[in-house]
């Protein structure tokens, strides 16, 4: 799937707030997902997933690191992404179904931190890119 110009104007924009606070914002995605939907936290059974924990901000400066550098190859995202949907796929095993979760929760926070930038074009930017990044790490599942 390829993106317009307007489409990845508003992605590379709105990645450059994120790259600013990884961290921040993916540990806050990241206890929005387990609070609204707790069987996610299944997966993450080896790390502390209680409010504020070391361990939510590193996984989630990960998640959203990935994204940083995903958008920074709009053009070739599978590749990009490639050794994630492996590890995704075949070593981690999770539901495909929460990347689509997760997903819904870093739309939240990013509404929530920009409300000014985060208008309808840049809200359906996101959320095409995030289905996108979606669907690669879960390419590998077939």
Request: hydrophobic residues 45%; proline residues 3%; glycine residues 8%.
């Amino acid at each position: 799937m390829s993106f317009s110009d307007a489409e990845k104007a508003a992605i590379v924009s709105m990645i450059g707030k994120v790259a600013a606070n990884p961290g921040g914002y993916g540990s806050e995605a990241l206890e929005r997902l387990f609070l609204g939907f707790p069987q996610t936290k299944t997966y993450f059974n080896h790390i502390d997933v209680s409010h504020g924990s070391a361990d939510v901000r590193t996984h989630g400066g990960k998640v959203l690191g990935a994204l940083v550098e995903a958008a920074k190859h709009l053009d070739d995202m599978e590749g990009t992404l490639s050794q994630l949907s492996d590890l995704h796929a075949y070593n981690l095993m999770v539901d495909p179904g929460n990347f689509k979760l997760l997903s819904h929760c870093i739309l939240v926070v990013l509404a929530c931190h920009f409300p000014a930038e985060f208008d309808a074009c840049t809200h359906a930017a996101f959320d095409k890119y995030l289905a996108v990044v979606s669907a690669i790490l879960t390419s590998k599942y077939r």
